[in-house]
Structures are given as structure tokens and as C-alpha cells.
């Protein structure tokens, strides 16, 4: 079975960083594209980043390019996300997603359930 | 960036009718365009993908179609554990996503 579990959320103050981690199980992690998507409180979703199954192709949200950097350790079976410059509008359920094949397609086959990360002071 | 635009905003339909969902993309997405449903308090689960293609273990009952900027998702006969959120998605560049059709009782 597929598992995804998100850590690392929390509330933190403006301008600050935080960096989120995703434990994946249940499948040969370095076959898959990753990603992260984000949900803000009663709000739609918004795709922040993907990157590859080797980490040789990555894409950002405008939002975030420049702040976030994704990465992965596929020896760890690990995905990661590290915000920095935090604003208000980061404030959101963070998921953890796997993509349909290797590379960066976007087309989300599983999910975890999310950590939530508060902006606020 | 590509916007997506979903309509309507709310759809209310009884069970057993049929929903039809619209979404429009700002510029051609050939047909890389998934849908997801979302449930209150759930992630969201793949229904659609390549415009008309179901995920695994996807009803019959759900329908993809369109290419190029118009798709649409049709439900043919609503069952109860069908009213939820459904987004629309295009990957034919970096992702982006509709704002998502609230499909509830009427």
C-alpha cells in the first residue's frame, strides 16, 4: 500500500523557514516524479513544485520561485521542501503527491494527507 | 502560467440526475488535463486523466472530454458519495489547477 506522510508543519512567524518532509512507502520511490500541492483553509488547490525521479528536472509555482527548494534523497525513500521568507498567504495544508511516471508529468496518482503550516505572528 | 477557469461554481443536482462540469483552459493544453474529487476533510483522489482516460478503480458512471481548452467532466447518474468538490487540472506546462466545481444536493 501506498503512504505518504508529511512532517515538519507548524506555526511560524513571517520572514521565517521551515522545511517539510514526506516519508514515502509502498513503491519504489526513485520510479516516481514527486510533488507538493497546497490547500489554503477553505480554499482550491495550488501545485507549489515537482521534481523528478532523479531530481534532474524541477518546477516552482510563481509564488514560490525563489523561496522554496525541493529536493529528494532516494536512499531515504524521502521528499522535502524547504520554505523560506515565509508570508501569510504560505498558510496552507501542504500534501505530499506521486506522480503517474519518472518524469515532472503532474498528472497525481496518490496522496498523502497533508501537514499544515500557519504563517502568522 | 495557464489559468484554468471551472463553472459553474456550484452545481445542484438530485441523485440519480446527471452533472455536467465545464473547464476552460487560457490557452491550449492538447489533452493534458486531469480531474480530482475532493471529499470534506480527504486529499484528493485522481478520477481523469489525459482528458478522458479513468484512473484505476474509477465508476463508469464518470466521463472526461475535450482537448485543446474546453473539457468537460460529466457524472451520468449521481450517487450520494458523488457530492464533493471536483478540480480540474492541465499539465501540459507546470500544473495549475481550476478553482474547483462544489457539486451539492438539490
Known amino acids: 500500500e501506498v503512504q505518504l506522510v508529511e512532517s515538519g508543519g507548524g506555526l511560524v512567524q513571517p520572514g521565517r523557514s521551515l522545511r517539510l518532509s514526506c516519508a514515502a512507502s509502498?513503491?519504489?520511490?526513485?520510479?516516481?516524479?514527486m510533488h507538493w500541492v497546497r490547500q489554503a483553509p477553505g480554499k482550491g488547490l495550488e501545485w507549489v513544485s515537482g521534481?523528478?525521479?532523479?531530481?534532474?528536472?524541477?518546477g516552482y509555482a510563481d509564488s514560490v520561485k525563489g523561496r522554496f527548494t525541493i529536493s529528494r534523497d532516494n536512499a531515504k525513500n524521502s521528499l522535502y521542501l524547504q520554505m523560506n521568507s515565509l508570508r501569510a498567504e504560505d498558510t496552507a495544508l501542504y500534501y505530499c503527491a506521486k506522480d503517474m511516471g519518472l518524469a515532472v508529468r503532474g498528472v497525481i496518482i496518490h496522496w498523502g494527507q497533508g501537514t499544515l503550516v500557519t504563517v502568522s505572528s | 502560467e495557464i489559468v484554468m477557469t471551472q463553472s459553474p461554481a456550484t452545481l445542484s443536482v438530485s441523485p440519480g440526475e446527471r452533472a455536467t462540469l465545464s473547464c476552460r483552459a487560457s490557452q491550449s493544453v492538447s489533452s493534458n488535463l486531469a480531474w480530482y474529487q475532493q471529499k470534506p476533510g480527504q486529499a484528493p483522489r485522481l478520477l481523469i486523466y489525459g482528458a478522458s482516460t479513468r484512473a484505476t478503480g474509477i465508476p463508469a458512471r464518470f466521463s472526461g472530454s475535450g482537448s485543446g481548452t474546453e473539457f468537460t467532466l460529466t457524472i451520468s447518474s449521481l450517487q450520494s458519495e458523488d457530492f464533493a468538490v471536483y478540480y480540474c487540472?492541465?499539465?501540459?506546462?507546470?500544473?495549475?489547477f481550476g478553482q474547483g466545481t462544489k457539486v451539492e444536493i438539490k
Open positions: 487540472q492541465q499539465y501540459n506546462n507546470w500544473p495549475t
Open positions: 509502498g513503491f519504489t520511490f526513485d520510479d516516481y516524479a
Open positions: 521534481i523528478s525521479w532523479n531530481s534532474g528536472s524541477i
